[in-house]
C-alpha cells in the first residue's frame, strides 16, 4: 500500500506545483467573479476610503491636540479636538464595518457560485476525467481551493485596497507636513526591499513545499478512511500509522519552515521601523529646540512613521494570500477548462423509445493511447440476454462502458435500433439504460430515496412493487422504519448482498429497455442470486440485457454467451453451444465455473 500511494502522491505533485507569483490570466479570471456584485464591491471601496481617511486623520489629530490645546491652555478647545476624535472613530467603525459585511457577504456569494459552477461541470466531466484525477484531489479543489480563492478575494482583496490607500496617504501627509523628515524616513526603505525580497524567494519555496505535503497528506487520509476495511482486514493499522506519521511529519516541518520565515519578517519590519522612528525622534527633536518644528507636529509625524510601515509589513503578508491564491486559481480552473471527452454532437437530437437492438460494427476503442478493443462485431437482438465472459482485463467492461456511452468509440459504429449513438443526447439514451454495477454505490438518504433515484416521480406503491420483484421488501419491512430506513454514507448500514438488491430495483424501477448486470450477483449469496434469477425472467421479458458474470447459473440463462479474449470476441453461442465446441469458452468454463455448476 505504501508503493502504491507513493506512486499515487508523486503522479500528483506536478499537477500541485505552486502557480508564477503573479499570472494576470489568473488574476483576471478571479477578479470575473466579482463582476455580478460590483455595486456592493464598490460601496465597499467607498468604505475603503472613508476608512483609510479616518485612520489617516488620528496622528494629525494628536498634534493639534498637543499645539492647539495643550499648548495653549484651552480647555474648551482641547475638548473639542477630543469630540473630533471621537466622531472620527465612530465614522472609522461605521466604516470599516460596513467595507467587512460587504466584502464578506461577496466573499460568500463567490464561493457559493465557484462551487456551482465546479460542481456542474464535473457533472459532465467524462469518467476518464475522474479516473485520473481521484476523489481525494477533486475534493481539495473544490473545497480547500475555492476557500482559499474567496479569502484572496474578499480580505485579501479589501486589504491590499484599504493598505495602498493608506500608504499613499501617509507619504502625502508627510511631504506636505515637513518634506525633509519624510525623505529620512524614506532612507530605511532600501533596507526593508532587501528584507522583503530575501523573505519572499524563500517564502515561495515554503510555500510550495507546505501545498505539496498538504496535498499528499490530504490523499492519504482520503485513501486511507476510504479504504478502513481493508486496511483492518489485513491488519495494516501500524504500517499505515507510520506512513502517516511520515507524511504528516513532513508537513509539519515544512510548515515550521514557513513560520520561522514569519518570525524573520515582521520583528524585521519592526526593527527598521524604529530605527526610522529613532532618526526622527532625533532630528525632529533638534528641530523642535530650535524652535522650527512643534512638538505637535513631530509626534504627529512619529504617529504617522508607525503607519506608514504597516500597511508595508501587511502588503508583504499579502503575498502569502496573493501566493496561494494564484496556485489554488491555477488548480480550479485546471478543473473548469477540462475539457469534457464526451458531449452531445451540435445537432444531436432525442432517442425516441427503443426496442433494445444493439449492434456493434468494427469498433476500436482504447483508453489513453492503449487500444483495449480491436474489431468488435456483436448484435444484440430486442429481448435477448447477453452474457460477457473473459478472464481480467479481456475488454467486458468496456464493452459496456461504450453502450452507456461513458466513453466515445475510436472507429466503427455503434448503434441501437439503428440510431448511431454519437448522434444522440446522452440524457436520451441514458433514460432508456438501467445499470447495476459491482460496486454497488448507495447514496445517504433512505431506501425509498435510493430505489427512487433513477425515476424521481415513482409513486411508494410502484417503489415496492419493484422491491418485490427483486425479492428486496422483505428484509426492507424487517427494519423498523421500512422503506424509510437510513442507509448511511455509501449504505453501510445494509450488507452487501442487501445493496444489490437495492441497486437491482433501482434499475428495474426506472423501467429501461436495456438493463446492464456488471458482475452485479457476485457479492449475493447462491440463494439471493436464485431469488433474483426468478424475478429477471420475469422482467427482462421484452428486455435486452448485457450481463457480466462469473455466476454459472447467468451465464447458462443467457440467449448469448459472448466469450473475450484480450479485446476480441472469440467465440459466441449459447452455453451448451459453446461447451460442445470445446474450445476457448469450454477450457474457461473447465478452469474457473466447474465450482460454480456443483453450487447452483
Do not use: C
Not at 491636540?65 to 478647545?77: E, H, N, T, Y
Not at 512638538?295 to 508583504?316: C, E, H, K, M, N
Not at 427512487?452 to 417503489?463: K, M, P, S, V
Amino acid at each position: 500500500m505504501r508503493s502504491a500511494i507513493a506512486m499515487a502522491t508523486t503522479a500528483q505533485d506536478a499537477e500541485d506545483q505552486i502557480a508564477r507569483e503573479y499570472d494576470s490570466r489568473i488574476a483576471g479570471r478571479l477578479l470575473g467573479y466579482l463582476r455580478p456584485y460590483r455595486r456592493r464591491v464598490i460601496l465597499a471601496l467607498i468604505f475603503m476610503v472613508i476608512t483609510a481617511g479616518s485612520d489617516l486623520a488620528i496622528p494629525p489629530l494628536f498634534g493639534w491636540a498637543i499645539d492647539a490645546g495643550i499648548g495653549s491652555g484651552s480647555f474648551s478647545l482641547l475638548l473639542g479636538i477630543v469630540g473630533i476624535y471621537v466622531a472620527n472613530l465612530g465614522v472609522n467603525f461605521g466604516a470599516r464595518m460596513g467595507q467587512l459585511y460587504l466584502m464578506g457577504w461577496v466573499g460568500q456569494q463567490i464561493i457559493y457560485d465557484m462551487r456551482m459552477q465546479m460542481f456542474t461541470h464535473l457533472q459532465r466531466l467524462s469518467l476518464n476525467y475522474h479516473d485520473r484525477r481521484g476523489v481525494g484531489r477533486i475534493m481539495s479543489r473544490l473545497v480547500g481551493d475555492v476557500g482559499v480563492i474567496q479569502e484572496m478575494l474578499t480580505m485579501g482583496l479589501l486589504g491590499v485596497v484599504t493598505d495602498m490607500l493608506a500608504l499613499v496617504g501617509i507619504i502625502v501627509v508627510m511631504l506636505i507636513l515637513d518634506w525633509k523628515l519624510a525623505l529620512l524616513t524614506f532612507t530605511v526603505l532600501p533596507l526593508m526591499i532587501v528584507l522583503i525580497g530575501f523573505w519572499r524567494k524563500r517564502a515561495m519555496a515554503a510555500y510550495r513545499t507546505t501545498r505539496l505535503t498538504l496535498s499528499r497528506l490530504s490523499g492519504n487520509l482520503a485513501e486511507s478512511i476510504a479504504g478502513v476495511r481493508v486496511i483492518q482486514a489485513y491488519v495494516r493499522e501500524a504500517v499505515n500509522f507510520r506512513f502517516f506519521d511520515k507524511l504528516n511529519q513532513e508537513n509539519l516541518e515544512a510548515h515550521r519552515h514557513a513560520a520561522r520565515l514569519s518570525s524573520l519578517l515582521f520583528p524585521g519590519v519592526t526593527l527598521i521601523g524604529a530605527v526610522a522612528t529613532a532618526l526622527v525622534l532625533y532630528f525632529g527633536g533638534q528641530l523642535v529646540l530650535a524652535t522650527t518644528l512643534t512638538v505637535g507636529q513631530l509626534v504627529t509625524f512619529i504617529g504617522l512613521i508607525d503607519r506608514f510601515f504597516q500597511p508595508l509589513r501587511d502588503l508583504s503578508q499579502r503575498y502569502n494570500t496573493l501566493q496561494a491564491a494564484m496556485a489554488s486559481g491555477e488548480r480550479i480552473f485546471d478543473v473548469l477548462d477540462a475539457e469534457v471527452d464526451v458531449k452531445d454532437a451540435p445537432d444531436a437530437y432525442e432517442l425516441p423509445p427503443i426496442v433494445g437492438r444493439v449492434v456493434y460494427d468494427d469498433v476500436y476503442f482504447g483508453y489513453g493511447q492503449v487500444e483495449i478493443l480491436h474489431g468488435i462485431n456483436l448484435v444484440a437482438e430486442p429481448g435477448e440476454t447477453v452474457a460477457l465472459v473473459g478472464e481480467t482485463g479481456a475488454g467486458k467492461s468496456s464493452i459496456i462502458n461504450l453502450l452507456m456511452r461513458f466513453y466515445d468509440i475510436w472507429s466503427g459504429s455503434l448503434t441501437i435500433d439503428g440510431h448511431e449513438l454519437r448522434q444522440v443526447t446522452q440524457a436520451s439514451l441514458r433514460r432508456q439504460m438501467g445499470i447495476v454495477l459491482q460496486d454497488t454505490f448507495l447514496f445517504a438518504g433512505t431506501i425509498r430515496e435510493n430505489i427512487r433515484f433513477g425515476r424521481l416521480d415513482a409513486t411508494d406503491a410502484e417503489i415496492e412493487a419493484a422491491a418485490r420483484a427483486v425479492n428486496a421488501h422483505d428484509f426492507i419491512m424487517s427494519y423498523p422504519d421500512g422503506y424509510d430506513t437510513e442507509v448511511q454514507e455509501r449504505g453501510s448500514r445494509l450488507s452487501v448482498g442487501q445493496r444489490q438488491l437495492i441497486s437491482f430495483a433501482r434499475a428495474l424501477l426506472a423501467d429501461p429497455r436495456i438493463i446492464i448486470l456488471d458482475e452485479a450477483t457476485s457479492s449475493v449469496d447462491t440463494h439471493t442470486e436464485r431469488l433474483i434469477q426468478q424475478a429477471l425472467k420475469r422482467l427482462l421479458a421484452g428486455r435486452t440485457a448485457f450481463v457480466i458474470a462469473h455466476r454459472l447459473s447467468t451465464i447458462k440463462e443467457a440467449s448469448k454467451v459472448v466469450v473475450m479474449d484480450h479485446g476480441r470476441i472469440v467465440e459466441i453461442g449459447t452455453h451448451d453451444e459453446l461447451l460442445a465446441r470445446r474450445g476457448f469458452y469450454y477450457n474457461l468454463y473447465t478452469m474457473q465455473f466447474r465450482a460454480g455448476q456443483a453450487a447452483d
